[in-house]
């Protein structure tokens, strides 16, 4: 039960005559001098000395126009509080004397389109249309008694109607008119148990908030344990990290002499002081650009066209693919020109390194197109390192990688900071089981989130 429904319950009770004691020298409220408008029927069985009575004839109606300023006349300080149907209680002040509500008893203001109920006690100036201002009469009904009714009527009723007016649908609903030394002590009860369902409502909301969070959460924890070691057993018969490394090592060389490899600068030797956790003694330590090749694509923008070939920018990357129906369009010959240098294969990977950083795709090539803005994660040699397992990798870091990404107008990480980027390298089976645990453990997380 959220704690609104653990709220409307209580006020139905109350309005039954379930939650206050009913006394029998109670005198019933007397509305034999005010003719009454036809209601609906009341929907509980009404409890001896309760009387049914009509909204516009156990309450006045105030205009409200007269006390109404606009919008851009409110003040964040001033005299007077300003009313508004909006959700906050108050919506800022004014100081202009000839628009005050002035009252001495209490009354309950109901936002026609928003269907905000509030009580005030108070002198005050009204801020929108769409505000009924409701004088409840004290000899047959009390303010606070009328504000749970009010409350109750309403319930649901946002749902109802759209922005519409929604007073037409609770104007002819039937006013429970208990003896008034019983709405009291139905007032006190209730507000003796508001605090309790404040506090279930925080509790509740922490809770609610911990359910949104833990599919993530998990799925963060899950990624964790996978590149630190933990999510499948190591097997000595699969070798070590460090030969791996050294085959992937020996065919850069071989890709550079033939030309197919750009020769890098030495990459920086890793400290202890860089190593973010412990991991298996089978594995290793490596910078990204050591196991993959890391290139960016282009960041001059071409003359866009209405036929031609998509330039995928980060804002194409969602959920794990390419949106191509929101990619704009290039010439061929620009798209050429660009994959002279960042032609995407399948079995690539996809970084936005501007703006929103992260969204790793694992490409499966159905058709031609070109990069923009991103990093690109080039496979040197399929048979020596899963991409499969660089994306989950990606996935898990790209979160610490927003953390210490530059802002000046907007986050980017450089090419030369994925470059050196920290990778933890198990032997190339182990790789593969990694993977195969993930895409099995995954999907249910994903599945939490409904």
Same mark, same amino acid.
């Given at each position: 039960?959220?704690?609104?429904?653990?709220?409307?319950?209580?006020?139905?009770?109350?309005?039954?005559?379930?939650?206050? @004691?009913?006394?029998?020298?109670?005198?019933?409220?007397?509305?034999?001098?005010?003719?009454?408008?036809?209601?609906?029927?009341?929907?509980?069985?009404?409890?001896?000395?309760?009387?049914?009575?009509?909204?516009?004839?156990?309450?006045?109606?105030?205009?409200?126009?007269?006390?109404?300023?606009?919008?851009?006349?409110?003040?964040?300080?001033?005299?007077?509080?300003?009313?508004?149907?909006?959700?906050?209680?108050?919506?800022?002040?004014?100081?202009?004397?000839?628009?005050?509500?002035?009252?001495? @008893?209490?009354?309950?203001?109901?936002?026609?389109?928003?269907?905000?109920?509030?009580?005030?006690?108070?002198?005050?100036?009204?801020?929108?249309?769409?505000?009924?201002?409701?004088?409840?009469?004290?000899?047959?009904?009390?303010?606070?008694?009328? +504000?749970?009714?009010?409350?109750?009527?309403?319930?649901?009723?946002?749902?109802?109607?759209?922005?519409?007016?929604?007073?037409? +649908?609770?104007?002819?609903?039937?006013?429970?008119?208990?003896?008034?030394?019983?709405?009291?002590?139905?007032?006190?009860?209730?507000?003796?148990?508001?605090?309790?369902?404040?506090?279930?409502?925080?509790?509740?909301?922490?809770?609610?908030?911990?359910?949104?969070?833990?599919?993530?959460?998990?799925?963060?924890?899950?990624?964790?344990?996978?590149?630190?070691?933990?999510?499948?057993?190591?097997?000595?018969?699969?070798?070590?990290?460090?030969?791996?490394?050294?085959?992937?090592?020996?065919?850069?060389?071989?890709?550079?002499?033939?030309?197919?490899?750009?020769?890098?600068?030495?990459?920086?030797?890793?400290? @202890?002081?860089?190593?973010?956790?412990?991991?298996?003694?089978?594995?290793?330590?490596?910078?990204?650009?050591? *196991?993959?090749?890391?290139?960016?694509?282009?960041?001059?923008?071409?003359?866009?066209?209405?036929?031609?070939?998509?330039?995928?920018?980060?804002?194409?990357?969602?959920?794990?693919?390419?949106?191509?129906?929101?990619?704009?369009?290039?010439?061929?010959?620009?798209?050429?020109?660009?994959?002279?240098?960042?032609? *995407?294969?399948?079995?690539?990977?996809?970084?936005?390194?501007?703006?929103?950083?992260?969204?790793?795709?694992?490409?499966?090539?159905?058709?031609?197109?070109?990069?923009?803005?991103?990093?690109?994660?080039?496979?040197?040699? @399929?048979?020596?390192?899963?991409?499969?397992?660089?994306?989950?990798?990606?996935?898990?870091?790209?979160?610490?990688?927003?953390? *210490?990404?530059?802002?000046?107008?907007?986050?980017?990480?450089?090419?030369?900071?994925?470059?050196? +980027?920290?990778?933890?390298?198990?032997?190339?089976?182990?790789?593969?089981?990694?993977?195969?645990?993930?895409?099995?453990?995954?999907?249910?997380?994903?599945?939490?989130?409904?």
């Amino acid at each position: 039960m959220t704690p609104q429904e653990l709220k409307y319950s209580i006020i139905c009770l109350a309005l039954q005559g379930k939650l206050a @004691e009913q006394y029998v020298d109670d005198k019933p409220v007397d509305i034999s001098n005010i003719k009454q408008k036809q209601t609906e029927e009341y929907e509980f069985d009404l409890p001896e000395k309760w009387m049914i009575g009509h909204i516009e004839t156990v309450t006045k109606i105030i205009p409200s126009r007269q006390y109404q300023i606009l919008e851009s006349e409110v003040l964040k300080e001033g005299k007077y509080a300003v009313i508004s149907q909006s959700k906050e209680y108050s919506i800022g002040f004014s100081n202009d004397e000839s628009k005050v509500f002035h009252h001495n @008893e209490p009354v309950i203001v109901f936002g026609d389109h928003t269907t905000e109920i509030k009580y005030v006690n108070f002198d005050f100036v009204v801020g929108a249309d769409g505000v009924k201002i409701f004088l409840p009469d004290s000899r047959i009904i009390f303010a606070k008694f009328f +504000y749970y009714v009010m409350l109750f009527n309403s319930n649901g009723l946002n749902k109802v109607g759209g922005y519409s007016r929604h007073y037409k +649908y609770i104007k002819d609903k039937a006013i429970p008119l208990p003896p008034l030394a019983e709405q009291k002590r139905i007032v006190a009860k209730i507000e003796e148990l508001l605090p309790y369902i404040e506090r279930y409502e925080k509790a509740w909301n922490k809770l609610e908030e911990l359910n949104k969070r833990f599919p993530t959460d998990l799925q963060k924890s899950i990624l964790q344990l996978a590149i630190q070691g933990k999510l499948v057993e190591q097997r000595p018969e699969e070798g070590t990290a460090e030969e791996l490394y050294q085959q992937i090592q020996a065919e850069k060389q071989r890709l550079i002499k033939e030309g197919k490899l750009k020769k890098e600068k030495p990459l920086p030797e890793i400290t @202890e002081d860089e190593m973010p956790f412990d991991i298996p003694e089978n594995w290793k330590w490596v910078r990204l650009s050591d *196991v993959v090749d890391v290139r960016d694509g282009t960041h001059d923008t071409p003359k866009y066209v209405s036929k031609g070939v998509p330039l995928v920018t980060s804002k194409n990357l969602v959920n794990g693919s390419i949106d191509f129906e929101t990619a704009k369009l290039i010439s061929f010959e620009d798209s050429v020109a660009i994959n002279m240098r960042s032609a *995407v294969d399948d079995g690539d990977i996809l970084f936005a390194m501007i703006g929103t950083i992260g969204n790793p795709v694992l490409v499966k090539k159905d058709r031609e197109f070109s990069i923009k803005n991103m990093a690109l994660f080039k496979k040197i040699d @399929e048979t020596l390192f899963d991409m499969s397992y660089l994306l989950f990798f990606l996935q898990r870091e790209q979160d610490e990688m927003k953390k *210490v990404a530059n802002a000046s107008v907007q986050s980017f990480v450089s090419l030369s900071f994925l470059r050196k +980027y920290l990778i933890p390298l198990p032997p190339l089976s182990e790789q593969k089981r990694i993977v195969k645990k993930l895409e099995e453990i995954l999907p249910l997380c994903e599945k939490l989130k409904k």
